[in-house]
């Protein structure tokens, strides 16, 4: 499956963005998708999950009750929508798709990625 994130830009502090990750090549209602992220100078960070029914979800601590991952599978897009966003949330965000459906944790293995999408968030 091929992965391609969109949506990010520039953004004040306290502004929102939705990303998008539109998937072709085979369908994601048998993959959890996921969002990571990676700052500069940073490692890459897991930020959401989402299994493939769309009814568990998983978020790190730093985005928890800001940002909120979903899915449509019938068109093939999974989404992160980013709010009250901080300085802190700059990064390249990378959208991800894995074999273990069922799973929206983020220690789980991820089989595809797609390229990422720059978000900056000035103060």
């Known amino acids: 499956v091929q992965l391609q994130a969109s949506g990010g830009g520039l953004v004040q502090a306290g502004g929102y963005l939705t990303l998008s990750c539109a998937a072709s090549g085979r369908t994601i209602n048998t993959y959890a998708m996921d969002w990571f992220r990676q700052a500069p100078g940073k490692e890459r960070e897991f930020v959401a999950g989402i299994a493939l029914s769309g009814h568990s979800t998983y978020y790190a601590d730093s985005v928890k009750g800001r940002f909120t991952i979903s899915r449509d599978n019938a068109k093939n897009t999974a989404y992160l929508q980013m709010s009250s966003l901080k300085p802190e949330d700059t990064a390249v965000y990378y959208c991800?798709?894995?074999?273990?459906?069922?799973?929206?944790?983020?220690?789980?293995?991820?089989?595809?990625w797609g390229k990422g999408t720059q978000v900056t968030v000035s103060s």
């Open positions: 991800a798709a894995s074999y273990y459906g069922n799973y929206s944790g983020g220690d789980k293995r991820m089989d595809f």
